[in-house]
């Protein structure tokens, strides 16, 4: 069965410092990876996706994650974090042949002034 | 171009009582998919459709929930009767068909059964 993993339900970094959020996965095959981002009392935003080629996928506001497969990993990063950053981060996966997207239960990023 | 539209924003209803939810996917979009959201936890599937038929309802509580999307565009969530444990957001989203494109969310209809 799959399953995604967001092991931290809450990562709090300084404005300005680089920042990490993330997420492994247990999926057989190839899967899709995605990264979506929940502001307060909002919907789902996608941020960027990982289908193939290049192992490091750039995205909206200056995120990007890459993917490691050996370690079956897709952790999202930014080189320096806003204030504005702030929010709840949710990694998904789409095992191969499915078409629906299964998520982690979330992390909560504060970015401290 | 226009987002996944849901309606209404929010919803307090008490139990037992039913509710429904509206939602307009991107245009030209097959895929409709309804998730559920509970406080603390990741959105899980519901249902999905192409275009006017299901492709998976297998955790969507049939005995009380129940969806449409009769001509292949808009899509109906019903809950009938509500339980407290059905309070949550209903997420409603599309995508293109095909398994590499990117799946876009609606703002969320939020429930809350009293």
């Known amino acids: 069965a799959q399953s995604v993993a967001q092991p931290e339900d809450q990562v709090n970094v300084a404005e300005g410092n680089p920042l990490t959020v993330k997420c492994t996965y247990s999926v057989s095959g190839n899967p899709y990876l995605f990264w979506y981002v929940q502001y307060p009392n909002r919907g789902l935003q996608f941020l960027l996706k990982?289908?193939?080629?290049?192992?490091l996928v750039k995205g909206s506001y200056g995120f990007e994650a890459e993917f490691n497969k050996s370690q079956t990993s897709f952790h999202l990063k930014k080189p320096s974090a806003l204030v504005s950053d702030s929010a709840l981060y949710f990694c998904?996966?789409?095992?191969?042949?499915?078409?629906?997207?299964?998520f982690g239960t979330g992390t909560r990023l504060t970015v401290i002034p | 171009e226009a987002g996944v539209a849901q309606s209404p924003r929010y919803k307090i209803i008490e139990k037992r009582q039913s509710v429904a939810f509206w939602c307009n996917p991107i245009?030209?979009?097959?895929?409709l998919y309804w998730y559920q959201q509970i406080l603390g936890q990741g959105p899980k599937l519901l249902i999905q459709f192409q275009n006017n038929g299901v492709v998976d309802d297998s955790q969507l509580p049939k005995d009380r929930f129940s969806a449409e999307r009769l001509k292949g565009v808009d899509s109906t969530l019903k809950i009938q009767p509500a339980k407290l444990e059905d309070s949550a957001v209903y997420l409603c989203?599309?995508?293109?068909?095909?398994?590499?494109?990117?799946?876009?969310f609606g703002e969320g209809s939020w429930l809350t059964v009293v």
């Open positions: 245009s030209g979009h097959a895929t």
């Open positions: 990982y289908i193939t080629g290049d192992n």
């Open positions: 989203a599309s995508s293109a068909t095909g398994a590499g494109n990117t799946i876009y």
């Open positions: 998904a996966v789409r095992p191969p042949g499915a078409n629906n997207l299964f």
